[in-house]
């Protein structure tokens, strides 16, 4: 099998985490942000990630192909149920989240970015999204005080016994790559417990955290 992502996609990283809590070896590849083609291909759509089944079958929608390949490995499967007050602090934090984080996914070295048309293509998609990146950066300060309030929210209802037991959830796919992708925000304060959270499912499905980042490829 093959696994079409970006490093910096939460939507990727989700797919990532499966592979990772169920142990399974599946051909990793990062496809560059302005290659177009090579995902139509597949799928029909510019997006990923994308799965290609031992079938040569290709299949797109993280969350369809998180719930194929926790079937596929014929494991525990993960609980859908999604809080009602975690489902709310998703919705809260997708307010501001991206205008912290896309402006700084170019600035890591990151595989897709290996170009300057892959970093052009970004830019100009998702200024259209979220505005200016030089005008987000200088909102850091207000966007952090809103995510340190979320964050110490969030804490409270995290259950460090149950991933430390291995029972992986649906809320854990949808909250580890937001939380990932915040540690490229050097100003960003986790609270001890979300932080012991993000370490401990980073190390589970072996995804790489952002912290102390260098130029490096986040797969070796």
Same mark, same amino acid.
């Given at each position: 099998?093959?696994?079409?992502?970006?490093?910096?996609?939460?939507?990727?990283?989700?797919?990532?985490?499966?592979?990772?809590?169920?142990?399974?070896?599946v051909?990793?590849?990062v496809?560059?942000?302005?290659?177009?083609?090579?995902?139509?291909?597949?799928?029909?759509?510019k997006?990923?990630?994308?799965?290609?089944k031992?079938?040569g079958?290709a299949m797109?929608?993280?969350l369809?192909?998180?719930?194929?390949l926790?079937?596929?490995?014929?494991?525990?499967?993960?609980?859908?149920?999604?809080?009602?007050?975690?489902?709310?602090?998703?919705?809260?934090?997708g307010?501001y989240?991206?205008?912290?984080?896309?402006?700084?996914?170019?600035?890591?070295?990151?595989?897709?970015?290996?170009?300057q048309?892959?970093?052009d293509?970004?830019?100009?998609k998702?200024?259209?999204?979220?505005?200016?990146?030089?005008?987000?950066?200088?909102?850091?300060? +207000?966007?952090?005080?809103?995510?340190?309030?979320?964050? =110490?929210?969030?804490?409270?209802? #995290?259950?460090? *016994? %149950?991933i /430390?037991?291995?029972?992986?959830?649906?809320?854990d796919?949808?909250?580890?790559?937001?939380?990932?992708?915040?540690?490229?925000?050097?100003?960003?304060q986790?609270?001890? +417990?979300?932080?012991?959270?993000?370490?401990?499912?980073? =190390?589970?499905?072996?995804?790489? #955290?952002?912290? *102390? %980042?260098? /130029?490096?490829?986040?797969?070796?």
């Open positions: 099998m093959k696994l079409y992502v970006y490093d910096h996609c939460p939507f990727c990283t989700r797919a990532r985490m499966i592979l990772g809590f169920r142990s399974l070896e051909e990793t590849l496809l560059m942000n302005d290659d177009e083609a090579t995902p139509i291909g597949l799928i029909g759509a997006m990923v990630p994308i799965l290609v031992p079938d079958v797109g929608e993280s369809d192909i998180v719930r194929w926790d079937e596929y490995a014929g494991q525990q499967r993960l609980d859908e149920t999604i809080r009602p007050e975690v489902q709310v602090w998703f919705d809260q934090a307010e989240v991206n205008k912290l984080i896309m402006p700084r996914d170019i600035q890591l070295g990151l595989p897709e970015f290996a170009t048309s892959a970093i293509y970004f830019v100009e998702k200024q259209k999204v979220i505005g200016d990146f030089a005008e987000n950066l200088a909102d850091t300060p +207000k966007y952090l005080a809103r995510l340190h309030q979320d964050l =110490q929210e969030l804490e409270a209802w #995290l259950d460090l *016994d %149950r /430390k037991a291995g029972r992986w959830s649906m809320e796919i949808l909250l580890f790559p937001i939380l990932r992708n915040l540690t490229m925000v050097k100003e960003m986790m609270p001890a +417990k979300v932080r012991e959270y993000t370490e401990y499912v980073s =190390q589970a499905a072996k995804v790489p #955290l952002y912290f *102390d %980042r260098t /130029k490096r490829d986040c797969f070796a």
